[in-house]
């Protein structure tokens, strides 16, 4: 008698669509909703991933970035980080970095890990093992990638930060969730900071958002880095590039503002400033 042996190849999932699609990822054990969109006639343009406000709005994200997609010849993903799964503050903004009572969370727990899940899972569909990414988020999004930038910035080739309403301040005068006050020594040591204000981050600011609305962060921790979200972005870079020049470190950060733009991501997304913000000045 002879045995037969059969060897079933675990399935490869398909490509992203042309135009929009949905595909989904584990991350944590909970699936998270990516929504797609890759430009007509495209070819090998890099990916950007797109990261939602408050509101958890990842398809309308998608529709606001689509401008950015034909522009750049670039695939999107806008992940939908679902609250039950990734609450506010701790877990979406701050990445969970730290957990209850102040102490570290071990680093493969940090929110920064679903990145890499998601290029991870983009980089086989396409197979492209090297498909460069950049990350753009706005308000809560750019929270999240504004700490990502500082703990974990990992490959991306330019991280956007739109409109955050807080900021981690490169300093100890500020408490954790605003700067480093509070966090275990290896999380705010020079090794760290050198990271941070390294990273390939762009403070991507509309002159016009000064007004506190839209779940603004009225908290006296957030009004001491400044009266609205453009003065704390313009406070924040201040403070990072004089401490990199007084240090004689690399400063990797930019600072692009939209003028006339409020607290808007679809304005923010579609002006002509975002490909500054994105992919340098021409």
């Not at 929110?111 to 498909?131: S, Y």
């Not at 941070?196 to 779940?215: C, E, F, K, N």
Request: glycine share 12%; charged share 20%.
């Amino acid at each position: 008698m002879v045995l037969l042996s059969f060897v079933v190849a675990e399935a490869v999932a398909a490509p992203l669509p042309t135009g929009r699609g949905q595909a989904e990822v584990k991350y944590g054990g909970a699936p998270v909703t990516l929504y797609t969109y890759k430009p007509v006639g495209y070819s090998d343009g890099p990916l950007l991933i797109v990261f939602h406000g408050v509101m958890r709005n990842a398809d309308q994200y998608l529709e606001f970035a689509i401008p950015m997609a034909e522009r750049f010849g670039m695939m999107l993903v806008a992940p939908r980080l679902d609250e039950g799964a990734f609450p506010d503050e701790e877990w979406y903004q701050r990445g969970g970095v730290l957990i209850a009572g102040g102490e570290a969370n071990p680093k493969e727990r940090w929110m920064f890990n679903v990145v890499d899940a998601i290029v991870a899972d983009v980089r086989t569909r396409e197979n492209q093992p090297t498909l460069p990414f950049y990350l753009i988020g706005h308000s809560a999004g750019a929270q999240f990638l504004v700490r990502l930038a500082a703990f974990q910035p990992g490959e991306a080739r330019r991280i956007v930060a739109g409109n955050a309403g807080s900021l981690l301040f490169p300093s100890t005068d500020h408490g954790f969730g605003y700067g480093l006050g509070g966090l275990p020594v290896e999380l705010r040591d020079d090794t760290m900071l050198r990271q941070y204000l390294a990273a390939p981050l762009t403070l991507y600011l509309g002159t016009a958002d000064t007004t506190p609305r839209r779940r603004f962060d009225a908290s006296a921790a957030g009004m001491k880095q400044g009266p609205h979200r453009y003065a704390r972005n313009l406070a924040c870079f201040a403070l990072a590039k004089a401490m990199a020049k007084e240090r004689g470190w690399t400063f990797g950060w930019r600072k692009v503002e939209a003028p006339g733009i409020d607290h808007d991501a679809a304005g923010m997304f579609a002006a002509p400033e975002v490909g500054d913000a994105l992919l340098g000045p021409k």
